[in-house]
């Protein structure tokens, strides 16, 4: 029953009443048990729904940067490609449910301005956890999104498909990004922050700083230079390795059921390098786990080694995994820096340190 339903902090105007209420305007949902918000995050809500669809439904709403309707179309239409081509294959995508009108998406207007809808079947599995991450998983995942970006490579890409974000060095270190959002009026800590290759100066510029110790910022100065050095150092990719990729893939985006890897939440899909994915997933195994540095090595050789087995990849190609994982890395950094001088005081000080650790160790390969 509606009256069941735990009330949401939302970052958009709307109760969860009035969300089933459009739920059953839109879609001809006439029971929902339940409705929980799962997710919070830069594209807006999810929530599951427990309702009369089947079971549980996956209710994402998208916030203002996100809320495009030709993005939120664009969004359901990869879906339905994905699920088309990998249908005799190893891999998925969330399935989408359309409205009784027949459209991918819903319209709902609200207080604070238009929104759009979409609503997606719950996708079948378990999700990546400490405890379903093995070798073997991690084979199937490496092969599937091998087999995955192979299909994305004919993919027909509308206009809202790519936000490409492979940009010229120069562009990086001058801070012309940073230049550019001064001139529309947004300039912020975080565009500072991306003018620079390493992470140090942004995090001491964070509050995140005054818990540090002194031996951590030390070392923390003493690997940003080489950090920096080697990002602004590596090569661009040449435009014909560019493809679709997932571009935030991480164990919580990816599912396994005993016949194909799934792969959700592809809000932050752009153009670039298929090892650019391989590298955030692997950044995010380490930063978002507890395991040791050896069975991370042993976890990472099984996914590129499941890649490979379905995909060849080049020396060139696999060089560059270890780049985008501490490029990553650094954005993660800056990212949680960002945030900290946002609310003025200390965010993710245990995943920076834990991130450290990890491009120490790349560094020394």
Not at 8 to 28: N, T, V
Not at 293 to 302: D, K, P
Request: charged share 20%.
């Amino acid at each position: 029953m509606l009256y069941e339903m735990a009330a949401q902090s939302l970052k958009l105007p709307l109760s969860p009443l009035a969300i089933a209420q459009r739920m059953e305007a839109e879609y001809g949902v006439g029971s929902i048990n339940s409705l929980n918000q799962v997710n919070s995050g830069s594209e807006g809500l999810v929530f599951f729904a427990d309702c009369d669809f089947g079971g549980a439904t996956v209710v994402k709403i998208y916030d203002n940067g996100h809320n495009t309707d030709s993005r939120v179309e664009s969004e359901a239409r990869l879906y339905a490609y994905l699920n088309e081509v990998g249908r005799i294959g190893d891999f998925g995508a969330p399935h989408t449910i359309l409205t009784q009108n027949g459209q991918m998406s819903a319209s709902l207007d609200t207080d604070f301005g238009h929104r759009r809808m979409l609503l997606m079947e719950r996708t079948q599995g378990q999700f990546l956890a400490n405890a379903t991450i093995s070798g073997r998983n991690m084979h199937r995942v490496g092969a599937a999104l091998a087999n995955m970006h192979g299909a994305l490579s004919d993919y027909a890409q509308g206009p809202d498909d790519l936000v490409p974000t492979i940009e010229p060095a120069w562009y990086r270190n001058w801070g012309a990004k940073r230049l550019a959002r001064s001139f529309i009026g947004k300039p912020s800590s975080h565009d500072l922050a991306y003018g620079e290759f390493g992470f140090f100066p942004a995090l001491m510029r964070s509050p995140n700083a005054a818990v540090l110790s002194d031996a951590q910022q030390e070392e923390m100065k003493t690997i940003d230079p080489l950090i920096a050095a080697l990002l602004k150092d590596s090569p661009l990719p040449e435009r014909a390795d560019l493809t679709l990729i997932h571009n935030d893939l991480k164990p919580e985006h990816v599912s396994l059921s005993n016949d194909r890897v799934y792969f959700i939440d592809w809000g932050g899909r752009t153009l670039g390098p298929v090892t650019q994915d391989l590298g955030i997933f692997l950044l995010h195994l380490w930063s978002d786990s507890d395991m040791t540095i050896e069975q991370w090595h042993n976890l990472r050789n099984s996914l590129l080694e499941g890649y490979s087995s379905a995909h060849h990849l080049e020396e060139y190609e696999l060089a560059s995994v270890r780049v985008y994982i501490i490029d990553r890395a650094v954005g993660l950094i800056q990212r949680y820096s960002e945030i900290s001088m946002q609310t003025g005081h200390e965010v993710g000080v245990e995943k920076i340190v834990r991130t450290l650790e990890l491009m120490k160790r790349l560094l020394d390969e």
